[in-house]
């Protein structure tokens, strides 16, 4: 095989965020190159290696071996997906960013009509999963429920079954690359950033090997981070809580003073004070929970440490490479 010389700006970059992906590199890799030399004048590849403990790193230098426009970052440990893709984004050179999943189950197929509708002028095409049946109905069910209450929740409507699997134009990239916060919710910085977009309609195929990396507890984190990132209404809404349960207290003592002064003092229930005191002990600790939430967070953004510590990389020392980056913003050159 001949060695392609690498464009340091290339068309078009692949972002692919992998975790303990070793198995799927090859098979990855192979239906992924005729597409991209198909749709691209010229491309490169980006793993962002998110920790991995297999062989997914070694692998991918061997691909690196045979053609430079394969590359890689990888982290010291695991920072999770949402952070791996910010890093993919701040090392990618290409004037569009294709953003896809390791496993296969986004149809690197597709990435023809994303570029197609690019260069009819949009700067961002996101696909769409028609349907969930590759996750399990437990998910499916919760994911759905996660997606009402962002909905009533957030102040940022998110376009139905959009994911990560999307392409960035240069400048769609530039602007998420300004959004220094720590609890990343791509979906929601998407969708906020604007811009001319459009839906593909795509099916979410089975992952080819291994098992998801999210596990219930990942997930939830996930969905917390999601509406606590978008929306304030979880603090606000206490106020109304309390607005509500102070005029029913009004209520009551009325009422009470007047059952007093007709039927004269009345020996009250036990049970009901018992309960009431219970439930609003409740209420308040739930309240007291969702405002220590964000300060946690508040706290962890006003910290102002790295998103990620980039602990190896592939490829990517190349000088003229290094020039072609666009500076990142003010907060990673802390
Ligand atoms: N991933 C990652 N870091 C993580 C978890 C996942 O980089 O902490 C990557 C993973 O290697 C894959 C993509 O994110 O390329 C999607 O993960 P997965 O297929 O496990 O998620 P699902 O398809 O179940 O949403
Ligand atoms: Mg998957």
């Not at 992906?21 to 890799?29: C, F, K, P, T």
């Not at 793993?47 to 070694?58: C, Y």
């Not at 290094?322 to 802390?334: C, D, L, S, T, V």
Request: net charge neutral; with cysteine; glycine share 8%.
């Amino acid at each position: 095989m001949t060695q392609p010389q690498p464009d340091p700006t290339p068309e078009l970059s692949l972002v692919i965020p992998v975790f303990n992906e070793g198995d799927n590199i090859d098979a990855l890799a192979e239906r992924v190159q005729p597409v991209l030399e198909r749709c691209a004048s010229s491309f490169e590849v980006i793993f962002v290696d998110d920790g991995s403990r297999d062989d997914t790193l070694a692998r991918i230098r061997a691909l690196n071996a045979r053609d430079p426009r394969w590359r890689a970052v990888s982290f010291s440990r695991n920072f999770g997906k949402e952070i791996a893709i910010a890093a993919g984004l701040d090392h990618a050179h290409g004037r569009a960013v294709v953003i896809m999943d390791a496993d296969l189950q986004h149809p690197p197929e597709m990435i023809e009509t994303f570029v197609t509708h690019w260069r009819d002028g949009y700067l961002m095409v996101y696909g769409q999963r028609t349907d969930r049946v590759a996750d399990g109905p437990l998910r499916r069910g919760l994911t759905r429920v996660f997606y009402r209450l962002f909905q009533a929740f957030g102040e940022t409507p998110l376009p139905e079954g959009a994911g990560d699997f999307r392409l960035l134009d240069r400048k769609a990239v530039d602007a998420l690359r300004q959004m220094g916060e720590r609890a990343r919710f791509s979906k929601g910085l998407y969708a906020w950033i604007g811009f001319r977009q459009i839906g593909v309609p795509f099916e979410v195929a089975a992952r080819t090997h291994g098992q998801s990396k999210f596990d219930a507890r990942k997930l939830f984190r996930f969905a917390f981070d999601g509406i606590t990132s978008f929306s304030t209404l979880p603090l606000k809404l206490w106020t109304y809580v309390g607005v509500g349960v102070s005029v029913l207290a009004f209520l009551f003592a009325v009422y009470f003073i007047i059952e007093t002064m007709i039927r004269g003092v009345d020996v009250p229930g036990f049970a009901s004070l018992i309960v009431s005191v219970m439930f609003f002990s409740g209420v308040q600790l739930i309240s007291l929970g969702v405002i220590g939430e964000y300060i946690g967070r508040i706290f962890a953004e006003v910290k102002r440490r790295p998103l990620y510590i980039v602990g190896d990389s592939v490829g990517l020392d190349d000088p003229a490479l290094q020039q072609a980056r666009p500076a990142g913003p003010e907060r990673r050159k802390a």
